[in-house]
Every structure is written in C-alpha cells, then in structure tokens.
Antibody
Framework: QLQLVESGGGVAQPGRSLRLSCVASGFSFSAYTMHWVRQAPGKGLEWVSVTSSDGSNKYYADSVKGRFTISRDNSKNTLYLQMNSLRREDTAVYYC????????????????WGQGTLVIVSS | QSALTQPASVSGSPGQSITISCTGTSSDVGGYKYVSWYQQHPGKAPKLVIYEVSLRPSGVSNRFSGSKSGNTASLTISGLQAEDEADYYCTSYTGSSTLYVFGTGTKVTVL
C-alpha cells in the first residue's frame, strides 16, 4: 500500500541544522511531485516546500526561503528537507505528502501523508 | 500570504448536517478552482476528503461534499457521525511566492 515514512527529527539548538528524510513505498516515487507541510504544536497546517518529480522545479514558503532546501533521490525513493539556521518558530511536526501529478500545478492536493517527524528547536 | 479564515469550531448532533466555511481572497480561493479539504484526527496525519472544490477521492464517504462561491469555499458533512469528530483544514493555490495556503482550521464536535 502507499506509504510515506519520515525520519530525522529531533532537538536542535537555534542556528543549527537538521536534515529530514521521507522514504516512499507502494507507488512509483519518481512519477510524483512531493511536498513538505508542517504543524506547530497545537497549531494549524503550514505548507513548507514542493519539488517536481524530477527535482528540477522547487518552491518554498516565504517563512523558510533561503534557509531550507528540498531535494529528492529517485533512485532511493527518498525525499529530503535540509533545514539550516533553525529558529524556535520552526518547531513543528513535519509531514511529507505526495501530490497527484509529476509537475507542480495549481491543481495540487496532498495525498497520502506520512505520519510526521517532530522537530524541536530549543537551547 | 495570510492563512485562509475558518471558524474555530462547529458542532452538530448525530445525523445532522454541518457546513464549514473557508474564506480567502480573489488571489487564492476566489481566483482558482483548486480548493482541497483535509480531515485530521488527534495525533494523526491529515487525510484528503475533497479536492478541486467538490471532487471526492475514492474511499471517502459521500456524506462529504464541497462547493465554492466567490472567495469562500465550503465543506458540508451530512448525516454527521461520531467518527467525523476531528479538525478540518482547507487549502488553496495562491499563485504567489508561497504557492499554497492552508486555512486556520475548524474543530468539529459531534454532540
């Protein structure tokens, strides 16, 4: 069945870095656009970043632009999120989610989602 | 890019219908036919229930329906059941540098 499993979360000090991974199974990973979405504790969802199926197109939320980098390794069925210069407000559960198409389009929607990995930024 | 506006909470009795609104602007909800809705139970990942304003994914109950008028999208849950108690979020394409924006979220309580 379709499955996405995130890992790499943990505690990091402000200004430090973390790299999240999302391993996909049960579908042809290289055929789909992939997203990262986050949710601060007790708060709502926030879209973070997207990459097209071949990794050639990438976009970021203004709140993470210049600090976070999305990438993918289609040979390993894995999506990544490199998070640098972490801030306390980056504390959240980070979800990866599949889109329905190979390219980034206005019609995007997110299904399925992984179970999430918790990132805590604290000194 | 500001979050789309949803009511903080909506409640209803079993069997009733409820509607959750999602209000944006002409730059997001009003400008595109690409609103989707997600259900999230406590401690769980979100699940898609409606996409492209009114389309239902395979496996989602036909008690869930969506619509849009102007800058406001709506999710209606008919025949409310205990299992529908959850948080619900809308999202829309924005066409701006932050490509997608979520709603503030609505907690649905089944009385």
């Amino acid at each position: 069945q379709l499955q996405l499993v995130e890992s790499g979360g943990g505690v990091a000090q402000p200004g430090r870095s973390l790299r999240l991974s999302c391993v996909a199974s049960g579908f042809s990973f290289s055929a789909y656009t992939m997203h990262w979405v986050r949710q601060a504790p007790g708060k709502g969802l926030e879209w973070v970043s997207v990459t097209s199926s071949d990794g050639s197109n990438k976009y970021y939320a203004d709140s993470v632009k210049g600090r976070f980098t999305i990438s993918r390794d289609n040979s390993k069925n894995t999506l990544y999120l490199q998070m640098n210069s972490l801030r306390r407000e980056d504390t959240a559960v980070y979800y990866c989610a599949r889109d329905h198409a190979p390219s980034i389009t206005p019609q995007s929607f997110f299904a399925p989602w992984g179970q999430g990995t918790l990132v805590i930024v604290s000194s | 890019q500001s979050a789309l506006t949803q009511p903080a909470s909506v409640s209803g009795s079993p069997g009733q219908s409820i509607t959750i609104s999602c209000t944006g602007t002409s730059s997001d909800v009003g400008g595109y036919k690409y609103v989707s809705w997600y259900q999230q139970h406590p401690g769980k990942a979100p699940k898609l229930v409606i996409y492209e304003v009114s389309l239902r994914p395979s496996g989602v109950s036909n008690r869930f329906s969506g619509s849009k008028s102007g800058n406001t999208a709506s999710l209606t849950i008919s025949g409310l059941q205990a299992e529908d108690e959850a948080d619900y979020y809308c999202t829309s394409y924005t066409g701006s540098s932050t490509l997608y924006v979520f709603g503030t979220g609505t907690k649905v309580t089944v009385l």
